[in-house]
């Protein structure tokens, strides 16, 4: 398949395979709440999340990846990519040995991570998932060599569909242990069994299709310093990233116990899944990102309008769907949660309401963290986020003893104001090579959009009630036509009316 049809089938399959893992996740994780009670929910969230901070140890080196397969591809170098190759898998193989070091030590000493926040059974309980998350994530570092050279190839088709067996398969297993008694204990099990599945037929793609090979001799003089060097910074993003997803849940098991965290955990969940969108069609523009800067590394000029374009017209795509999103979440967010997560989950919808809220423009603007990278000017934002990060960790340790969960998620939200939104869009407009005042020009142009939408939620709420399935589904749908309707006459252009118009025409001519 050519390259420019990858990407559209990548960017399409990725958008498949979201909508697959929220419908999933809207079926399952009322299922697992009702089997394991919010106790349990709650210790396994603040277990996973404990074990997921130890995935700062990547140190950034996934891009590292990207950027030299790219340097080296361009002059197709094929042997200097397997050096590369396998430099990365030795690099990750002692960085999961490394992991599972950590992960035993902290399982022997679990009583220091929760103080009194457990009972007896959940201290047993959650060693035995600490042993499970840290062999799941320790198998998953070298794994991921063979998942970066599929993208890197931007074979998109077979790693998405991957990616959506992979999301369908872990709940179809676990289920029947869920039922069988086996609990989070359980689950994990099923989880970490689909993933060495999946990681296998990484490698048998890798080896046997693309015929990739490894080379562990004669490495690049110098290329593991200069690895590491570009590398640091990004690491610096990746451990202020870890203490804004995982250090709340561990901070609220700690001083208000594991149901909770829960609460706090059904509210962030619902927040990762509105985020995987805008992740999804920016992800699978790092190649071409990378392939940017490299051709037009002797033209700044050419470089910062490209750079500012594909900046922009990721962003205003990013923003239809996800202005949609923040609307449906505020007007219909909380009867939603009713409904699927039950009574008992209503701060859940306080917390991603701020989340989103605040969010919405550095997910409009995240493709801006592959341009960093690709220009090597990564450096301040890693410092600038681990600011962030502790700001957050800081007010999170004030707010929660008074406010509780909504504590913890205002601790967030300030912190991203100031780092997200004001100081890094400076940033991306004085040494990003992007026009930032182009992107907010597009994207309060296309907010009068939103007004209609706006306006037809606040009716819905004050005088319809939508509180049953049928009428939430039915509001739902009208709200989005609505939506729908208005950006197309006050909001899209002709490239984006394009992308919708266009597979239409082409289907209507095939009939």
């Known amino acids: 398949m050519a390259q420019k049809s990858q990407l559209k089938a990548g960017a399409l399959l990725s958008y498949m395979e979201i909508g697959l893992n929220i419908l999933l ?3 399952y994780t009322p299922v697992v709440l009702r089997i394991l009670g919010k106790a349990e929910y709650g210790l396994y969230s603040t277990v996973s999340s404990t074990i997921l901070t130890m995935s700062i140890l990547s140190l950034g080196l996934n891009s590292g990846y990207i950027r030299y397969f790219s340097m080296y591809k361009k002059n197709n170098d094929m042997e200097s990519i397997y050096k590369l190759n396998g430099l990365f898998i030795s690099i990750f193989t002692v960085i999961g040995i490394i992991i599972i070091t950590c992960g035993l030590l902290l ?3 679990v009583e220091l991570i929760f103080d009194e926040g457990l009972t007896k059974s959940e201290y047993a309980t959650a060693r035995i998932l600490m042993v499970l998350l840290t062999i799941s994530l320790a198998i998953s570092f070298p794994a991921q060599v063979f998942a ?3 993208t890197a190839n931007e074979r998109f088709v077979i790693f998405r569909t991957l990616g959506m067996i992979k999301t369908v398969a872990g709940p179809l297993v676990a289920l029947p242990l869920l039922f069988m008694g086996y609990g989070s204990i359980g689950m994990v099990s099923a989880t970490l069994f689909v993933a060495i599945v999946i990681d296998v037929i990484y490698f048998y793609y890798v080896i046997k299709v693309l015929k990739y090979k490894f080379y562990f001799r004669d490495f690049e003089k110098g290329i593991f310093k200069s690895i590491f060097f570009f590398t640091g910074f990004i690491a610096l993003n990746l451990i202020a990233e870890q203490m804004n997803h995982n250090l709340d849940k561990i901070l609220i098991s700690r001083y208000m116990g594991t149901e909770p965290t829960a609460v706090y955990a059904i509210g962030y969940t619902l927040y990762m899944y509105y985020t995987s969108f805008a992740n999804a069609i920016s992800g699978v523009f790092t190649p071409r990102v990378h392939n940017t800067v490299n051709a037009t590394d002797n033209d700044e000029k050419e470089r910062t309008n490209r750079l500012t374009e594909l900046f922009v017209r990721v962003g205003r795509i990013q923003y239809i769907i996800l202005a949609l999103l923040t609307l449906g979440i505020i007007f219909f967010g909380y009867e939603f949660i009713m409904i699927w ?3 008992g989950y209503e701060q ?5 309401m701020l989340l989103i809220i605040v969010s919405i423009v550095p997910n409009t603007q995240n493709i801006a963290m592959y341009v960093q990278r690709a220009l090597n000017k990564h450096k301040f934002s890693g410092v600038m986020y681990v600011i ?7 007010l999170s340790i004030l707010l929660i003893p008074p406010f509780g969960i909504v504590g913890a998620t205002v601790g967030t939200v300030i912190s991203q104001i100031v780092g997200n939104i004001l100081i890094m869009n400076i940033y991306y407009n004085k040494k990003c090579n992007i026009k930032i005042f182009d992107y907010w020009k597009n994207i309060i142009s296309m907010s009068k959009g939103l007004l209609i939408p706006i306006a037809f939620g606040i009716v819905i709420k004050m005088y319809f009630d939508v509180s049953t399935v049928p009428m ?12 729908a309707g208005s950006m197309w006459l006050f909001a899209l252009n002709k490239y984006e009316k394009n ?3 266009s597979p239409i025409k082409k289907a209507l001519k095939n009939q």
């Open 348 to 352: 859940s919808y306080y917390v991603v």
């Open 341 to 343: 997560a039950g009574s």
């Open 25 to 27: 996740g809207i079926v």
């Open 107 to 109: 399982t022997a000493n």
């Open 388 to 394: 962030m990060a502790f700001i957050n960790l800081v």
């Open 148 to 150: 970066h050279i599929i």
């Open 472 to 483: 939430m589904l039915l509001g739902i749908a009208v709200f989005s036509c609505v939506y």
């Open 499 to 501: 992308l919708i118009l």
